[in-house]
């Protein structure tokens, strides 16, 4: 049975930042870059951590992007996005959209999704086009759901993922 606060209960304690980061940060997690186009059709995307799948039917995802953010706002302006799941390898992919430069798609290969136009980067391990359904605000972050419109799978790539502010290379095993 869960309980509930009332309203007129004071918040409890919170933790501080570092605390609130390293607990956090000790669950490991895919690599993602979300991406969409502007009204000019000009691309944006920043990489994303926190992804997970919401329902099968219908077949939802959400990602949660730190606002203000010129990747969500070209996802409320166009209601679609793209979810690449980042390979092994893509280090500096990853890197470049955290980071602020404005030109993160420069010397990154991508082409247009079939469903949605939302850019699909070259080599991931996975993509998910979707389509917009809801925008929820959680703190300084958007919590975007996203029905999926289209996705595929590379059969040959293993995924990148980040670990107390590491990135790893996941290695597939054999069944013995």
């Given amino acids: 049975m869960s309980e509930r606060l009332s309203t007129s ?3 409890p304690d ?3 930042l ?11 997690t895919g690599v993602s870059v979300v991406t969409s186009l502007t009204a000019d059709g000009e691309p944006r995307g920043l990489t994303c951590s926190a992804v997970c799948s919401v329902s099968a039917s219908p077949p939802l995802l959400l990602v949660c992007v730190k606002q203000p ?7 409320h302006d166009s209601s679609v996005f793209a979810v690449n ?3 092994a390898g893509m280090t500096e992919t990853a890197r470049t959209f955290a980071s602020p430069v404005p030109e993160r798609f420069e010397g990154v290969g ?8 939302a850019p699909v980067l070259d ?7 979707c389509v917009l359904t809801s925008s929820h605000l959680a703190g300084d972050h958007q919590v975007l759901i996203g029905r999926l419109v289209h996705g595929d799978i590379s059969a040959t790539h293993t995924p990148l993922a ?4 590491q990135f790893s290379e996941l290695q597939a095993h054999s069944a013995a």
């Fill in 85 to 87: 799941f980042l390979s």
């Fill in 14 to 16: 919170q933790v501080d």
């Fill in 110 to 117: 991508w082409t247009p999704g079939k469903r949605t136009e």
């Fill in 162 to 165: 980040y670990w107390r502010a």
């Fill in 18 to 28: 570092h605390t609130f980061r390293s607990v956090m940060g000790s669950l490991p």
């Fill in 69 to 75: 953010s010129a990747t969500l706002q070209a996802i």
């Fill in 123 to 129: 080599d991931t391990v996975a993509f998910a086009e």
């Fill in 9 to 11: 209960d004071p918040l």
